[in-house]
């Protein structure tokens, strides 16, 4: 039988989502506690792979067990196994055919960041501080430049091996909020799917400019002529979150 899970997890103790030799990942754990529940190793797909420190609120993942628990008591007897910054938020049967990651139509990330004068340490731990003045009607209106089908190559990582650089995004948000002495802001991106640092990229690329070191015509080169040397810096993996996977079905009730 396949299941499918909901997870969510706090990033920053972890090298990431993927089982690898010289750091504690989350599907080494999940991997672990699925083995623990149903007696035997188990082989847990995620809808994609998290990089090293980044979060996750919405995670999904597919697994094949032979069980007597209901799925939808799942989520709760691997809870028992999990450490505190890994919670199975829903789980429940898949269809047969269901793959987390092949299946997946639609990924969100949030990339959160608050502007002050000051390093808050209560906020340090899923946000990124930015100090320098910034421009939100710059942020907001260069958003737009990255929305619709696009050559990133420019965004993703060197020596990343993939076969297309090219990805499709639906859209980019910007949500503030004023809290005491600071700013919180949101960048929200929706799309197909995407590179590796490419969306810690497009939200750097985007503070640049909000903050006056990169300029529009730069940007629009970036994605044009993949230019390296026309993107701003990669953020801080903390402030990346990945928020929700859509793939047209309802998976949890």
């Known amino acids: ?45 995620a809808s994609g792979r998290t990089d090293s420190g ?31 910054d890994i919670a199975v938020l829903a789980s429940s049967v898949a ?9 997946a139509k639609r990924k969100t990330y949030c990339y959160k960041f608050y502007l002050s004068e000051r390093r808050n340490p209560l906020k340090d731990r899923y946000s990124v501080w930015v100090k320098n003045p ?27 091996q ?9 859209s980019v948000e910007v949500d503030v909020k004023e809290s005491f002495l600071s700013k919180e802001i949101e960048i929200s991106i929706c799309g197909g799917g995407f590179l590796y640092n490419m969306v810690r990229t497009v939200a750097g690329t985007m503070i640049n400019y909000a903050e006056g070191s990169l300029s529009e015509e730069e940007i629009i080169r970036s994605l044009r002529e993949c230019d390296r040397e026309a993107v701003g810096r990669t953020m801080p993996a903390k402030g990346l979150t990945l928020e929700k996977v859509e793939y047209g079905i309802p998976l949890f009730k």
Request: net charge neutral; hydrophobic share 35%; with cysteine.
């Open 162 to 170: 993939v076969k297309t650089t090219v990805r499709e995004v639906f």
């Open 54 to 84: 980044v979060h996750a609120a919405g995670q999904v993942c597919h697994f094949d067990a032979e069980t007597t628990i209901p799925a939808e008591k799942i989520a709760d007897v691997l809870n028992r196994f999990l450490p505190p």
């Open 134 to 160: 910034l421009d939100i009607a710059k942020l907001r209106h260069i958003s737009g430049s990255f929305v619709g089908k696009h050559d990133f190559k420019a965004y993703c990582k060197s020596g990343s």
């Open 95 to 103: 269809p047969e055919n269901f793959d987390a990651n092949r299946s």
């Open 1 to 45: 039988m396949r299941y499918a899970i909901l997870l969510a997890y706090d990033g920053t103790d972890y090298g990431g989502w993927q089982i690898q030799k010289n750091s504690i990942t989350v599907q080494e754990k999940l991997e672990e506690a699925c083995e623990k529940v149903f007696g035997k190793k188990t082989t847990v797909t």
